[in-house]
């Protein structure tokens, strides 16, 4: 049996935070404050990627197991929070769909490159991506109305372009995947 170093713990916090996440985001415990302890839970699952990360690499500690359950962990993270505000009325469904398709596709090119031996680490416009939704997340949760309402917005439309611009940047740097296929 694998032993957990603690980034693989860290990353595993976040998956076990997420249905507590979800249940007090979308009212499942109805408690008074529940948007706010569904905000704090998601800034600490969100804390989490960014310190797994920071120690496995400070520690020489990056693990296979590491390696796919860290953006797993991201995605299931991340998605959760966009499929409830699909619900919640809070964002359209289309932004949503082109999201979630864009994180299978760069899955599926990702085991492809690794059937082949090839790792392909996260690309600058993929992280700006990443740190976009989850700030344009914490906005939404937050719901401060006024000129917040706004910025969620921009921020709704600006995840929506760097998910495009990255999910190209990504092909395009590694199409040489591609052509294995052929």
């Not at 996440?21 to 804390?47: D, H, Q, Y």
């Not at 299931?76 to 469904?93: E, H, Q």
């Not at 939704?133 to 917005?153: C, E, K, P, R």
Request: aromatic share 8%; hydrophobic share 60%.
């Amino acid at each position: 049996m694998m032993k957990m170093n603690t980034p693989n713990k860290l990353t595993m916090l976040r998956v076990v935070l997420i249905p507590f996440f979800l249940a007090f985001l979308m009212g499942g415990i109805p408690v008074e404050g529940s948007k706010w302890i569904a905000l704090a839970i998601f800034v600490i699952a969100s804390l989490t990627d960014m310190l797994d990360g920071y120690l496995a690499r400070r520690d020489h500690l990056i693990t296979n197991f590491g390696k796919f359950m860290d953006p797993l962990a991201d995605k299931l993270l991340v998605c959760s929070a966009l499929i409830a505000f699909v619900d919640m009325k809070v964002m359209p469904t289309w932004i949503v769909m082109i999201i979630i398709a864009r994180e299978f596709i760069i899955s599926g090119f990702r085991l492809v490159a690794s059937d082949n031996g090839i790792v392909i680490a996260a690309g600058i416009w993929g992280k700006c991506k990443t740190v976009c939704q989850m700030v344009m997340i914490i906005v939404l949760i937050a719901d401060l109305g006024g000129v917040f309402s706004v910025i969620g917005q921009v921020l709704i439309w600006l995840s929506l372009a760097l998910t495009v611009i990255s999910l190209v940047d990504y092909l395009v740097r590694n199409r040489q995947v591609i052509s294995m296929q052929d």
